[in-house]
């Protein structure tokens, strides 16, 4: 863990390295990405066969190996215990209620030019859902990615999730089945997202590709844009808590680990005013972590991307965190609102001292697939829109046309594009 | 120009190869536009003035040669013949107009669990907009990028335009002016982008990249897309026509040729059910096409990609223009809604016989950045939106969290993340 406070002289240089350490994207993997999405491309199902049984020891054959049968997610469902299937129903209603209020609104009307304008929405017809296998395997992952897709109105929804060595995640099927999943393919890695994106044998291609993966998977979604929509370039959580001194330091510190428990790679900051309880919860945060089950990950990423950051007012931490912009921001103080309103740059922000952020990765309802590595600056949480596009369109009267199109004719001639003009002068009254 | 008949035996080939043909993105210059962005995140201003030197013939040594200072523009504006100033003013407001209306809505809401949640967007502080030089040096351009940028709010507007061996165009830089641009920087190429997202000793980086460009740019723009944000990966513009038998050969001729003369590979496609009118029209291309200044363009272009689809009836167009999903689709029929209501997947959609495509690469008022390559299927026009982004919120009462925080809890644990259930479980009452 790092210690900083805003009053040293080094604190600039050091603050900024924290911020720009976030924004670089692994490189190491770039070249094996590229070289297994060209070999999916030409071999197709040949190629995701080769991939599956070198990196995931599952060997793809017949049927069921590619596949899980929609029975098995049903039964995966029935077979859960009933407060774990309440809570899955819990997590899955609220998510769409928010995301059923994303939907966005077609637009047609006329102006006064009498030119008649407007936009249409309409979803895409395949997305498909990465789900990583082992650790990462989030049956709450699924539900953020399917359930804005299925709200969209997305005709046909894949999940691409590695079952190494064979082995199916009960929790994460039943999210499945209760999220409508179309099919579910045993695959992982680069190789899946090629698949989704490029298509194959067995695999019809998708139109977008969302879900989280390991530095593959992110590689093979950032080398695919253009092919097909991908929610974003996703690196490890982060978290940013701004909190007084009147918390609890054991509630501050539950929430640090939180995210540190994710991913040695993680990273959680907190800042506050106040040095005595920067210290408590430093404490707290090495009583908990000892007990926790995840403690290895936890302790890695404290110890080596943690920070804390005493400022000399709270007044200085809205300008941190809009530098850092992180993923979460939790903002415990007595005027959540006031700090909340200088805000800029967050993918989500949590308001006050009950609002833990991790209530927001189950059971809030906004979506917990949010910019990383200060993407916050320019890119925004997943949504319905995600799984959407718009078809602008145009419809001129002949005295529509006549009204706007000589500026339309003159123009065109300015850049020297006179088929453009004639297209327009030709049906000028 | 290829000519097919849904009716032929080998039409499904042949369409399905128009089709993937459009997919592909240029392999060609990927290694060499890492290797140029590479050079500029690690050198900088050096970097940027050695590419400049060898790609543009342009020295960049003081200011002047590295920004058209504002008192420049204001003045190109100033100098514009007033027919044509009336019609960019023209276009500005309409094309403000219909962006203004796009304001995304903010959101806070207290749900039926006590749950105070919305989400908020914000535009981002610096854009940066690609305008290229040379045949491509459109003003219109400019103010399609550059007037949702200013609507949404970004506080920072940046132009990079190469001034191929010094020269600038006075209606790009009278455009910028009207638009409020905040700086233009006299770079272009992937150099250009790289130097944007990065940022030099001179120039501060932006958030998000969007505008025109030749393949470089392009992939520059694909490459960088996680560090900053970008509009679309862009091809070759397209349009495809859907025209019955009741139109005037002439005018059609001249829409298909208005795509032609973008560029030797952009796509005209007529779909018709009438074959002797589809004949007219090729005889009205050969015609028109020989009184261009843009004839090389646009023959190479009709020649190479152009293509009439003879349907036996009009009632198979809109699926065919869903697999296009091209561009521009111009429905030139008696009923054009009807049709419009069939068609999922276009860029922008041009109702009835007098409605040009020129009409909005002007001055209608929606935006003429629109996504080629088939990218219609999952990706939209540049809007607003693209300059935003929105932070969500969570706000829960202890009352609130007592109601949804136990399902966090159980699916925390199932999850194997007790730092997650931690967090909410101490809070409970």
Redesign the interface.
């Known amino acids: 863990m790092q210690l900083l406070k805003t009053s040293d002289e080094g604190f600039e240089k050091a603050f900024r390295k924290i911020v720009n350490d976030r ?1 670089e ?1 692994d490189g190491d993997v770039t070249q094996g990405v590229t070289s297994i999405l060209n070999e999916v491309q030409r071999r197709g199902d040949a190629a995701v066969i080769e991939y599956t049984m070198r990196f995931d020891g599952h060997h793809l054959t017949d049927d069921d190996d590619w596949r899980i049968p929609a029975e098995n997610c049903a039964r995966a469902y029935d077979e859960l215990d009933a ?2 299937r ?3 129903e ?2 899955a209603s ?1 998510i769409r ?2 995301h059923v ?1 994303q939907m966005p609104q077609d ?1 047609d009307y006329t ?1 006064a ?1 009498g ?3 407007g ?1 249409r929405w ?1 979803p ?2 395949a997305a498909g859902l990465y789900v990583p296998g082992g ?1 990462a395997a ?3 992952s699924l539900l953020m990615n399917a359930i804005p897709a299925k709200v969209a109105g997305v005709g046909r929804l894949v999940v691409a999730t590695p079952t190494p060595k064979g082995v199916t995640n009960p ?1 994460v099927l039943a999210a499945a089945h209760l999220a409508g999943v179309d099919e579910v393919w045993r695959i992982g890695g680069a190789q899946a997202v090629g698949a989704l994106a490029y298509g194959t044998g067995r695999i019809q291609p998708v ?2 590709i969302t879900g989280p993966g390991n530095a593959w998977v992110a590689e093979a979604k ?1 080398q695919l ?5 991908i929610d ?2 996703a690196g490890p959580s982060e978290i940013l808590v701004i909190a007084d001194g009147r918390n ?1 330091p ?2 501050i510190a ?2 640090l ?2 995210q ?3 991913d040695p790679n993680a990273q959680s900051i907190l800042i506050t005013d106040d040095a005595k309880f920067a210290w408590q919860v430093e404490d707290r945060v090495d009583v ?2 000892s007990m ?3 403690r290895k990950t ?1 302790r890695t990423s404290w110890d080596d991307h943690g920070v804390i950051i005493i400022v000399d007012s709270m007044d200085e931490a809205p300008a941190l965190a809009n530098r850092l912009a992180a993923e979460h921001v939790e903002l415990a103080v007595d005027d ?1 609102d006031a700090m ?1 309103a200088q ?25 917990h697939v ?2 990383t ?1 200060r ?7 997943l ?1 319905v ?1 995600d799984f959407m ?10 005295d ?2 006549s009204a ?5 004719v ?3 001639t ?11 002068e ?2 000028l009254k």
């Open positions: 924004r994207s407060d774990l309440d809570a899955l819990l997590a609220r209620a928010y209020a637009r102006d030019a030119v008649r304008l936009a309409h895409v017809d650790r989030y049956p709450s929790l139109d977008v950032r844009y253009g092919v097909v929509g974003m370039v609890n054991d509630w539950a929430d680990l939180s540190a428990e994710h908990q972590s926790l089950a995840t936890a959540p909340f805000i800029r740059h967050a993918g989500s922000v949590f308001l006050g001292r009950h609002t833990p952020e991790a209530i927001g990765d189950y059971v809030a309802g906004p979506n949010l910019p590595g993407r916050a600056r320019f890119a925004s949480g949504s829109l596009k718009r078809t602008s369109f145009i419809s001129a009267t002949p529509a046309l706007i199109g000589p500026a339309g003159a123009l065109a300015a850049e020297g594009l006179p088929a453009h003009a004639k297209s327009i030709m049906r």
